[in-house]
């Protein structure tokens, strides 16, 4: 047996010995959707910046930087400055303990807006689990052969199996050493891709002109720069999947301690990967971007690296795999069919479910970032606006934040099918607009109040 197989049967046999233990101790829905809220500092950043590094942040992002330049770093940088903006909002997350995003919404706008945001952020979320299936597939087709699609099915089921039986709890304990694997497989590839290419400036002179440009280049205008940051970076403030781990923490600083860990983590990593993908267009030119990544283990890292390398890509799929499944089972459980405390038997079984649903919408997809882009696109064009007007308490009707829901992301999502960025704008400003309505709407109700109690 080769050394990357030996490093995939090791890392396939620790996920299922990890799974099946959890599987017999886990011993309560909270423990399965929120690890019990007993999630320190590091194990928050650890575990948030596992969940970050997934299919998008390794293979998208380095297909990225092999398009269009070390732009492709944006796509992780936007994050960054999401979290940011989100350390300010963690004292109002922390204040209603939650299981979800939509009962958080719940909370402030009534069932209605809670039930409409639950399916909007399920159609949104299914793209995400499958590009991570996706993404492990075209690693495993490349260095083992066979059909991508099969390989899609095979880590696909591992990821669900793994994840519906250990719930968040296995996610909070395993995350902080593959983080620890993921960051080690990253830098250990960029270095010697980077000596194979002759130093910087053998790399510099292998790229076309305009690569190495930042923080603008040909394939990266201020106006896509921008769509990207409400798109991408968004997400990263109000996602379910990074409020999960505010959900799960013990505490507001153990929170922040967790978003500053992730942020010194993930900030350098952007510009690690793209230097991979930089390397690929170097060495690969002919070469699809999203096989770049793959193409740089097989043929630059010696066999001990390359089954390292291919542990750690498996690993930060899995990481970002298994945390939106859990938001997916918890939202229907918790949101759709109303259970307070839900059973494991019936989010094990809505976790298999909808594993299965994204899954399907993987292999059907365009690539890892076409399939997270549009899922972004509807999650944060319908409700960026209601989330923000929530957690800064100027919530809006429970009538206007439907709207927004609905026009916002029917709009956005229309200008991302049809490729129209100022589509894609116009959801979030008909969603601000109609914010603004509501508010100036208070305000005369409130003057009117006024004038008749003074009459």
Not at 229 to 247: C, E, K, N, Q, W
Request: aromatic letters at 6%.
């Amino acid at each position: 047996m080769n050394l990357p197989a030996a490093f995939m049967l090791l890392f396939t046999l620790i996920i299922a010995a990890i799974g099946i233990y959890n599987l017999y101790h886990l011993r309560s829905a909270e423990e399965f959707l929120v690890a019990g809220r007993r999630s320190g500092g590091l194990t928050t950043g650890g575990s948030l910046a596992a969940t970050i590094l997934g299919g998008s942040s390794t293979l998208g992002l380095a297909g990225l930087a092999f398009a269009q330049g070390l732009t492709g770093s944006w796509w992780l940088l936007v994050g960054a400055l999401g979290l940011l903006c989100l350390l300010i909002f963690i004292p109002a997350v922390k204040a209603q303990p939650a299981y979800t995003l939509p009962e958080l919404i719940g909370k402030w706008y009534g069932l209605e807006v809670r039930r409409i945001a639950s399916v909007l952020i399920l159609i949104s979320w299914l793209g995400i689990v499958g590009a991570q299936a996706n993404a492990a597939g075209r690693i495993l087709s490349t260095f083992f052969g066979g059909s991508g699609s099969g390989w899609t099915l095979v880590c696909g089921g591992v990821f669900i199996l793994y994840t519906a039986a250990g719930g968040q709890l296995s996610v909070i304990r395993t995350d902080l050493v593959q983080i620890l694997l993921i960051v080690s497989g990253l830098v250990g590839c960029a270095a010697l891709g980077l000596a194979a290419l002759g130093g910087p400036a053998g790399l510099r002179a292998a790229l076309p002109p305009g690569h190495l440009s930042f923080p603008l280049s040909p394939g990266m205008r201020p106006g896509e720069l921008a769509v990207l940051l409400l798109v991408v970076g968004s997400t990263y403030l109000i996602g379910p999947d990074m409020l999960s781990r505010v959900f799960c923490s013990r505490s507001v600083p153990a929170a922040r301690r967790g978003i500053v860990y992730t942020l010194l983590i993930i900030v350098p990593m952007a510009f690690v990967i793209a230097l991979i993908g930089l390397e690929a267009r170097a060495a690969f030119p002919g070469a699809s971007p999203e096989a770049a990544f793959p193409l740089m283990i097989k043929n630059i890292l010696p066999p001990a690296l390359a089954g390292l390398a291919i542990a750690a890509l498996i690993a930060a799929f899995l990481s970002s795999a298994d945390t939106t499944l859990l938001t997916m089972s918890a939202i229907i459980t918790v949101d759709l069919l109303g259970r307070k405390q839900p059973r494991l038997g019936h989010l094990r079984l809505a976790t298999c479910l909808c594993g299965a649903a994204a899954l399907l919408t993987g292999i059907l997809s365009g690539g890892i970032i076409p399939a997270l882009l549009l899922g972004y696109t509807i999650f944060s064009g319908g409700l960026f606006v209601p989330i923000l007007a929530g957690l800064t308490g100027s919530r809006m009707s429970r009538l206007s934040a439907a709207l927004c829901i609905v026009c916002g992301g029917g709009l956005a999502c229309a200008g991302k099918l049809a490729g129209l960025d100022l589509l894609i704008a116009a959801g979030f400003l008909v969603s601000l607009l109609i914010f603004a309505g509501d508010c100036a709407l208070r305000s005369l109700r409130s003057l009117r109040a006024q004038r008749a109690d003074n009459g």
